[in-house]
């Protein structure tokens, strides 16, 4: 199974301001996502992040409030933009299967909890 | 669309009996299914998961669940519950894009 690295681990932040968090896989994917768990709640899929190209984003999400960068098989980023409290959330990246193989299954970070004060 | 339910919000059980968690999924095709674990602080560990098959599927920790496409469930079961399997349990449903559907969870309380 690959390894999820991601950072931060967790951060307080100010409203108005930006954060990125980084995702760094220990081997090459297929697929790269980014979920939102908001406290108490369950995940929701923010968007795919698409290697060399623009991220497709789930309904209700847009690109100027997560830019979402995906430079090669092993690294994304997702910057939550303008953050406001009700951005205060559990962020996960997830991916899919390792290149050249197909087992279905998605992986998980360990999550980026964000406060916004 | 795809969608999850898990009815129960909250279980209690006690240490060394049998648990049960109930998953209901509604999806046009066949689907994927899985179940992850997230104990408190940390990210979600994968269960065991259904792609087609026996419809009995074992995975880690001693769980197993059951796929019944006539009741559209997939129900989490261990025989014995110990301390450490107090957590957040989530059903999914996927297709092979890879892009999960999560029911609401449901908090596993083991009493000693």
């Known amino acids: 199974s690959a390894v999820i690295s991601q950072k931060p681990s967790r951060d307080i932040c100010q409203r108005g301001t930006s954060l990125t968090i980084q995702c760094q896989v220990d081997s090459q994917v297929t697929m790269m996502f980014w979920y939102r768990q908001q406290p108490g709640q369950s995940l929701t899929l923010i968007a795919t992040a698409n290697q060399g190209s623009e991220a497709t984003y789930e309904s209700g999400f847009v690109i100027d409030k997560f830019p979402i960068s995906r430079p090669n098989l092993t690294f994304s980023t997702l910057t939550v933009s303008n953050m406001s409290p009700e951005d205060s959330s559990i962020y996960l990246c997830?991916?899919?299967?390792?290149?050249?193989?197909?087992?279905?299954?998605?992986?998980f970070g360990e999550g980026s909890r964000l406060t916004v004060l | 669309a795809q969608s999850v339910t898990q009815p129960d919000i909250h279980i209690t059980v006690s240490e060394g009996a049998s648990l049960e968690l109930r998953c209901n999924y509604s999806y046009g095709a066949t689907p994927y299914l899985f179940w992850y674990v997230q104990s408190p602080g940390q990210g979600l560990q994968l269960l065991l998961k259904?792609?087609?098959?026996?419809?009995l599927v074992q995975g880690i920790k001693g769980f197993e669940a059951e796929f019944k496409r006539s009741q559209s469930s997939f129900n989490l079961r261990k025989p014995s519950v110990h301390w450490s399997d107090a957590a957040e349990y989530f059903c999914?449903?996927?297709?092979?894009?890879?892009?999960?559907?999560f029911g609401a969870g449901t908090t596993v309380t083991v009493r000693a």
């Open positions: 999914a449903v996927g297709a092979n894009d890879y892009k999960l559907s």
């Open positions: 997830s991916v899919g299967p390792q290149t050249g193989t197909s087992t279905g299954e998605l992986f």
């Open positions: 259904y792609f087609s098959g026996d419809t």
